[in-house]
Structures are given as C-alpha cells and as structure tokens.
C-alpha cells in the first residue's frame, strides 16, 4: 500500500557527484520524517542523513559537507546530493519515511535500495 521507490545510484569515481532520489507513493496521509541510510558489506545498517517536515536536518559525522538532503512534500519526495565522494562511501543507500497512511498508524517504511560504488 506504500512504496517507497530509489534511483540515482551508480558507479563513479572518486572526487565525483550522485543523486539519488527516493519517491513515496500509496494510502498516506502525512510524511513526518524522511532520511537515507546506507548499508556496506559486512557493516550494520546506519544513518546517513535524515529531514524533518519542517525541513530540519542531521548528518553522519562522515557526510557532513560533502551531502545534502532535501526533500519535495508536493512531490513525496526525498533527495541526496552526494559530492566529493570517497569509496568508504561505497555502499547499498536505503531511503526511510516515517509516515501515517489510512491505516492511522504512524511506522517507518522502506525502499529496496540502491548501490553506490565509489572506485577508480
């Protein structure tokens, strides 16, 4: 009933730029928070930056200055503008909205993911 769909990801060498886009769609009333992770082999899942509806954001002490999240309420859409990329950023980049669809209940869903490779 809710997808959350990613693109945007890709092979690029290092110093270069992604964006990867993740779009929201099914029975939802309101996203609350929207946020991108990343997961690397043999690594657990983490944070790498998240936006609030008012548009507050955090960031991975890692991705500071290089990322930026934003996001599309029109649109259900969220965003990440990856620069300067190293290959420690090589991972699968999941998208997460926290949303209340017609089921009135507030929960945390997911998209497939996308890989992000960063090599010469």
Known sequence: ???????????????????LSCVTSGRILIINS????????????ELVAGITRDDTTNYADSVKGRFTISRDNAKNTVYLQMNSL?????????????????????????GQGTQVTVSS
């Open 86 to 110: 190293k290959p420690e950023d090589t991972a699968v980049y999941y998208c997460n909205a926290n949303l209340i669809s017609t089921t009135l209940r507030p929960a945390d869903y997911w």
């Open 34 to 45: 929207m946020g991108w992770y990343r997961q690397a082999p043999g690594k657990e899942r």
């Open 1 to 19: 009933q809710v997808q959350l769909v990613e693109s945007g990801g890709g092979l690029v060498q290092p110093g270069g730029s992604l964006r």
